[in-house]
């Protein structure tokens, strides 16, 4: 079923760009300019660890992304960081500061 916004959006003949909608996430992100500094993989550990421009630390299972799980050492040591995460075009895969930060939310409110 699609939304009414949706329906409405799609049936308008507005030539003007759409704008991004940002919420705090973004917003926090924006004025702090975080951005991902680092990234290192413990796999022994089953441990990713994700260190932004602030000095701040997030940590994670590498078994919670199955496709860094199963890459080898070196297409997870070719990544390119954005001002929007974290990327690795060898496997193409991506994981967002926006997300990392959500979870990181998720986990004190729990």
Known sequence: MISKELTALLASN???????KF???DKIIMDNHLKIQRFVFFRELDLVIFVLNNRRIIQRPLSLYPILEHSNEHELNQYQVSDY?????GIDADLSLRGLLLEETVKLAV
Do not use: L
Request: glycine share 6%; proline share 7%.
């Open 85 to 89: 995460g974290i990327h690795w075009s």
């Open 14 to 20: 507005d030539d003007d760009e759409i704008s991004p």
């Open 23 to 25: 919420d705090e996430f």
